[in-house]
């Protein structure tokens, strides 16, 4: 319970100083540092791809020296990246400090993942990953807020005081995070030491949530665009669909958690989460003849979230091998950082130029992701198990060779001493008593 307690606090700090950087970031860029949209967005997408990139050696170096240290120093990383920015004056320092903060951000992501695997026991992992979660969702709400005061500000010194805040709250989770136990690193398996990138079926099950999350560009940039543009609905709505998703996310993401144990759950999970995100779509593209089905359509959406969110983390650690979290979970989060770079180019084509019939493709694509995950999941389930029983299989062979290797010395022994026992004229029958 203590180290649910540190997490927690650890998650909480470090989400504010997110909420407030996602609020704030573009108009400071753009407004402040004078670089154009088309800069800033390629800046970013260069970030959290470098990140991607970066994500799974970072997530072996959890693995091979300890997740909490290397969570710890990637907390600094994101610190002094966030102070970066407040010196960045030109594209290319921009983008430069931008690879940093992507990488640091995805690689402490990973850590932490693998520091909780250590820590919480296979059965309670889903679940408080689930409440922290909702302590991170409660976290970007308060940096929100916080990151809207220097807006009403808009001043340079409230952008930079809001900078520096969030730069104080990775290095306050840091210390939180210096608060929980050292893991011993888990000693090295044999094996490639990137095992992960070999691992087809973990590698398809990543990919199909990589393509479910895809859902998170929906509230943040397409649908202000789709209400701007194909509804009459006031500007505001917006906000209140926000809230809609923070809100059903802190009161009800630890129930939904609650209710998956094991793959099948998961897969199931998934499922549901699919359809859930189909009728979303559906609802949405009627949103035009009344902005209440705006309301309606952000509560199905946030309840395939949560869905969606519960079963991911149960596929994600369990099919991971234990002593390899580190970079099996930095792959996993791979998915983030791809939605992020690639979904609202896609979906805001789909939804911004096929109108209704974009929806429904929007939709069709997460319904289809989900149904085939179960398969997927199966497939992942049989090659870990079979990987293991290999992997007995073979210890037992060598332990074997080992014994057999040992009784031949000892044999060779005893008779070495006989022999030097005939030389020195005793009898075999005496070295024998002499023996007992």
């Given at each position: 319970?203590?180290y649910?307690r540190?997490?927690?606090h650890?998650?909480?700090v ?5 909420g ?7 108009f400071?860029f753009?407004?402040i540092v004078?670089?154009?949209a088309a800069?800033?967005?390629l800046g970013?997408?260069l ?5 991607s990139?970066?994500g799974v050696p ?6 091979r020296?300890?997740?909490r ?17 407040l010196l960045?004056r ?6 430069l400090?931008?690879?940093?903060y ?5 690689g402490?992501?990973?850590a ?12 309670e ?5 689930a409440?922290l979660?909702a302590?991170?969702?409660?976290g970007?709400?308060t940096g929100?807020a ?7 500000l808009?001043t ?6 809001v900078f ?5 709250t ?5 210390a939180w ?5 050292a893991v011993r ?17 973990y590698a398809l099950?990543?990919?199909?949530n ?9 509230l943040?940039?397409?649908?202000p ?5 194909r ?7 917006v906000?209140v669909l926000?809230?809609?998703n923070?809100g059903?996310v802190?009161?009800?993401?630890v ?10 759950d998961a897969s199931?999970?998934?499922r549901?989460a699919?359809l ?6 559906a609802?949405?593209a009627l949103?035009?003849?009344g902005?209440?089905f ?5 509560a199905l959406l ?6 969606l969110?519960s079963?991911?983390?149960?596929i994600?650690f369990?099919l991971?091998?234990d ?8 792959f ?5 950082a ?8 896609v979906l805001?084509?789909l939804v911004?130029?096929?109108?209704t019939?974009?929806w ?6 997460f ?5 085939v995950?179960?398969?997927?999941v199966r497939w992942?389930r049989?090659?870990?198990e079979?990987a293991?029983?290999?992997?007995v299989?073979d210890?037992e062979?060598a332990g ?9 010395r000892?044999q060779q022994?005893?008779?070495g ?15 024998a008593?002499?023996?007992?």
């Amino acid at each position: 319970m203590k180290y649910r307690r540190i997490l927690a606090h650890a998650q909480l700090v470090s989400s504010i100083g997110d909420g407030v950087y996602l609020v704030t970031s573009a108009f400071y860029f753009s407004g402040i540092v004078g670089l154009s949209a088309a800069e800033i967005g390629l800046g970013l997408t260069l970030g959290w791809g470098v990140g991607s990139v970066a994500g799974v050696p970072l997530g072996h170096l959890a693995d091979r020296r300890g997740p909490r240290g290397v969570a710890v120093l990637l907390a600094i990383a994101t610190a002094v990246a966030v102070a970066g920015f407040l010196l960045a004056r030109s594209f290319a320092a921009f983008a430069l400090v931008a690879c940093l903060y992507g990488t640091a951000q995805t690689g402490l992501s990973a850590a932490r993942q693998a520091l909780l695997a250590a820590l919480i026991p296979p059965a309670e992992r889903t679940r408080v990953r689930a409440a922290l979660q909702a302590t991170l969702n409660g976290g970007l709400a308060t940096g929100a807020a916080l990151g809207g005061l220097a807006l009403s500000l808009g001043t340079r010194e409230g952008y930079l005081a809001v900078f520096a805040l969030d730069a104080l709250t990775f290095l306050t989770a840091a210390a939180w995070l210096l608060r929980l136990p050292a893991v011993r690193p888990a000693p090295a398996p044999a094996g490639p030491r990137l095992a992960v990138l070999r691992d087809r079926p973990y590698a398809l099950v990543t990919l199909i949530n990589a393509v479910m999350l895809f859902y998170m560009p929906l509230l943040s940039v397409v649908v202000p665009l789709w209400v701007a543009s194909r509804t009459g609905a006031p500007t505001w709505v917006v906000s209140v669909l926000l809230l809609i998703n923070t809100g059903g996310v802190v009161l009800f993401q630890v129930r939904v958690a609650r209710r998956v144990k094991g793959l099948r759950d998961a897969s199931a999970a998934m499922r549901r989460a699919g359809l859930l995100m189909l009728l979303a779509c559906a609802v949405f593209a009627l949103s035009p003849y009344g902005w209440v089905f705006l309301l309606v359509a952000a509560a199905l959406l946030v309840a395939g979230e949560m869905l969606l969110a519960s079963g991911g983390w149960e596929i994600g650690f369990t099919l991971a091998p234990d002593d390899r979290q580190g970079q099996y979970q930095a792959f996993f989060g791979t998915g983030v950082a791809v939605a992020r770079m690639l979904g609202p180019v896609v979906l805001t084509a789909l939804v911004l130029g096929g109108g209704t019939l974009g929806w429904l493709v929007v939709g069709g694509m997460f319904v289809t992701a989900g149904a085939v995950m179960a398969p997927a999941v199966r497939w992942a389930r049989v090659s870990r198990e079979a990987a293991q029983a290999e992997a007995v299989g073979d210890h037992e062979h060598a332990g074997e060779r080992h014994r057999r290797t040992r009784d031949h010395r000892v044999q060779q022994a005893e008779c070495g001493q006989r022999q030097r026992g005939h030389v020195v004229g005793e009898r075999p029958e005496q070295v024998a008593l002499d023996r007992r």
